[in-house]
């Protein structure tokens, strides 16, 4: 009897990269290359939009966490097209009164394909003041008293 070892190396490329970011309310997990349909946007067809709340984002080997959001993170989008959602019916009865209403709601989406998922690793500068705060206080602790 052969038993047989599946390899990991089978994993798909798609979840290489993902970000879970925040938008129109909700959160959503986009992939690159992916569509997703959102609230409406005021947006035409083929505008680039980006997201800058960031939740989280996953490539192949790290993973960051924002305290809320991820600083210098973005999702850049485009808008495919706007469409409606299915009809959703509601209806109102009151028992015994003869009252009954009967409405529907379609909602207003957007389709946006995702383009690219990015972080920038960008280091603070610090300023001139602050170098010179810091030369005087390290003079000032060398210093010694008498």
Excluded: C
């Excluded at 959102?38 to 980006?50: G, P, S, V």
């Excluded at 600083?71 to 028992?95: G, Q, T, W």
């Excluded at 207003?108 to 990015?118: D, F, N």
């Amino acid at each position: 009897m052969t038993s047989s070892k599946k390899s990991s190396d089978n994993s798909s490329s798609s979840n290489d990269l993902y970000a879970i970011a925040e938008t129109s309310g909700q959160q959503f997990w986009f992939e690159v290359d992916r569509y997703y349909d959102i609230d409406r946007l005021n947006a035409k067809e083929k505008d680039k939009i980006t997201i800058d709340k960031i939740l989280l984002i996953k490539d192949k080997e790290n993973v960051s966490i924002g305290k809320p959001y991820i600083k210098n993170a973005k999702i850049e989008l485009e808008v495919v097209s706007h469409k409606r959602d299915k009809k959703i019916i509601v209806y109102k009865m009151r028992p015994k009164k003869k009252t009954r209403r009967k409405m529907g709601h379609r909602q207003e989406l957007t389709r946006v394909m995702v383009k690219s998922i990015s972080i920038s690793k960008s280091t603070p500068k610090s300023s001139p003041k602050t170098e010179a705060t810091k030369k005087s206080t390290s003079s000032k602790a060398s210093k010694p008293e008498n």
